[in-house]
T-cell receptor
Framework: EDQVTQSPEALRLQEGESSSLNCSYT??????LFWYRQDPGKGPEFLFT???AGEEKEKERLKATLTKKESFLHITAPKPEDSATYLC?????????????FGAGTRLAVHP | DAGITQSPRHKVTETGTPVTLRCHQT?????MYWYRQDPGHGLRLIHY???????DKGEVSDGYSVSRSKTEDFLLTLESATSSQTSVYFC???????????FGPGTRLTVL
């Protein structure tokens, strides 16, 4: 069964304390891996797409990497405004529709 | 922000009543999706549409129906709401099945 697991469920960091969020997946036919940020009461906001093992994408303090079994979202010197829930989603399958499977998310809190 | 609006943003209803949620886009994207988000679960696909009058089921479609009579509008109907359908509902759009999905702001539905 296709599955996406994110860890940890929640993470508390001090401002400036770098860390990584993990997204591990078991799917057949990976087409792409997506990272989203979700603030309370809002819809997910797109961050990155990764398509193949070894690929990396960066945006400000965030860097996403991909291997054959997992993806990491590295947060360097985080600020309080980076506090949010980070969602990972894997697009899998073949043919006309490729379903998007979401993990449950990691809630990140960055304290001054 | 992608041009996606959802209405209503909040709704409280009683068990057994019909409910319709609306998603409106101004991006002219072909694909539209309805998800629900519940604590401890990732976003789960209810139904999706790949064109006007073309729809298909997702993983949690029981108790829901959809309609798309115009490119810009995708309606989600709960024919007879149940308490298990209390959730936050998100609409998403994409240009093709492999492209990034962009999400609306969500509708919080409470069924008493």
């Amino acid at each position: 069964e296709d599955q996406v697991t994110q860890s940890p469920e929640a993470l508390r960091l001090q401002e400036g304390e770098s860390s990584s969020l993990n997204c591990s997946y078991t799917v057949s036919g990976l087409r792409g891996l997506f990272w989203y940020r979700q603030d309370p009461g809002k819809g997910p906001e797109f961050l990155f797409t990764l398509y193949s093992a070894g690929e990396e994408k960066e945006k400000e303090r965030l860097k996403a990497t991909l291997t054959k079994k997992e993806s990491f979202l590295h947060i360097t010197a985080p600020k309080p405004e980076d506090s949010a829930t980070y969602l990972c989603a894997v697009q899998a399958g073949s043919g006309g529709y490729n379903k998007l499977i979401f993990g449950a998310g990691t809630r990140l809190a960055v304290h001054p | 922000d992608a041009g996606i609006t959802q209405s209503p943003r909040h709704k409280v209803t009683e068990t057994g009543t019909p409910v319709t949620l609306r998603c409106h886009q101004t991006e002219n994207h072909r694909y539209m999706y309805w998800y629900r988000q519940d604590p401890g679960h990732g976003l789960r696909l209810i139904h999706y549409s790949y064109g006007v009058k073309d729809t298909d089921k997702g993983e949690v479609s029981d108790g829901y129906s959809v309609s798309r009579s115009k490119t810009e509008d995708f309606l989600l109907t709960l024919e007879s709401a149940t308490s298990s359908q209390t959730s936050v509902y998100f609409c998403a759009i994409s240009d093709s099945p492999l492209e990034t999905q962009y999400f609306g702001p969500g509708t919080r539905l409470t069924v008493l």
